[in-house]
């Protein structure tokens, strides 16, 4: 028997109101309202709560959100036998010399008078936002008696330019690994610096030890048990928190196939503050030749998205590495190492990266030329976004509470960096520091 054609008239009469509902229609609603009511929404909750509450309980533990304040921009590694308590100003000084030196090729980069004035001012002010007093690579290996010197000189160093009031906001010292040929030593210098420095018992503000190399996350769980004895053997009154240097392939993947890094963040018992991609150990690691290990290597793209997942929501901070092509010699390398540093630096910041490494004064302008470039090229638009979501006026972003609070963000690392100037942001935002701190999750 052929199939009614789709297009046939049916039994349904044509001049039935379309929009009266049939009485199987209304039978049904009622039914479906009879059969809500039954429903004792405030009894599911409850037990809903009581299923969930170890689950909300590890979540608010392991994911505590952003951290609280500042971070900073870079950190500057120095090696232990250099540094002395004017290496910030020299630093300063070396970098605005390079900067008069090389002016037309600096000049070309920025592309920005005023850009480069507030450059210069960062120079003079605070070129240096966090300071690492290095015993690792860049120290090398030296008799114990050396090493031993060359801590207790520069705790007193540093001390010293603490009491001066010019020693950078943040500062540590980065030791020994703890892989086996290096633990003792390793150990030896972080003891002993901390007793040097901390012969009062308060551990300085925005003070942090960096432990490289890692490997397992049983060295991170070391590493917080020799936080608690050196805390009660020289007296902390304050926790002592660490980075952990991401440069070995085995802090990516586990034998087991897991992302080991997201392990060593939770391992850490809330005393990691931050990972450190680690560039050319890593590269090298992973069999990558010299001539190609740098910050934008596919492969390290993939080891720094896996740590950005790791730490995101733990309050854990991420730091690129660095370059090793130094802006010194003649004009036109100069001007090829700058303009190299500047890209590395605006590419990391475009991906979530806020943080890397410096290894020479002529590396700071182009370091704050790419950060302040930045916030103010990006600020007009996220403070119109800011304005207009707070005053929850229409406009052509329809921007919701996450992307409210990236937006916080991005101005106030603005403002800690001196890329932006408060009364500006107070009045193109609607919005200080504090009620920006809110927003952005940070207070």
Known sequence: ????PTDQPTDQPTDQPTDQPSHQTTDQTTDHQARGAGVDVAALADALDERLRDADRELARRFPGP?????????VYVPADRYDAGLTAAWGAAATAAVDLHHDAFARIVGDDALEEAVRRKLASEPVEDLRIDFEDGYGT???AEEDAAVDRAARELR???EQGTAPPFTGIRFKSFESPTRRRGLRTLVRFLEQLCQDGSLPTGFVVTLPKV?????????VLAAQRIEA???LTTPLGFEIQVETPQSILGPDGTALVARMVHAAAGRCTGLHYGTYDY???IGIAAEFQAMDHPAADHAKAVMQVAAAETGVRLSDGSTNVIPVGGPESVAAAWALHHRLVGRSLARGYYQGWDLHPAQLPTRYAAVFSFYRKGFAAASTRLHDYVAQRESAFMDEPATARALADFVLRGLDCGALDDDDAVRRCGL???ALARLARRA
């Not at 028997?1 to 009614?4: G, I, R, S």
């Not at 490997?215 to 590493?223: F, P």
């Open 283 to 285: 590269s090298a690691s």
């Open 233 to 235: 053997g020289v007296g």
């Open 432 to 434: 200080d520091r504090a």
């Open 142 to 144: 030296r008799p114990d």
């Open 160 to 162: 010293s330019s603490m």
């Open 67 to 75: 951290r609280a304040g500042r971070q900073p921009v870079h950190t």
């Open 215 to 223: 490997t397992s996350v049983d060295q991170v769980e070391a590493m």
């Open 1 to 4: 028997m052929p199939t009614q």
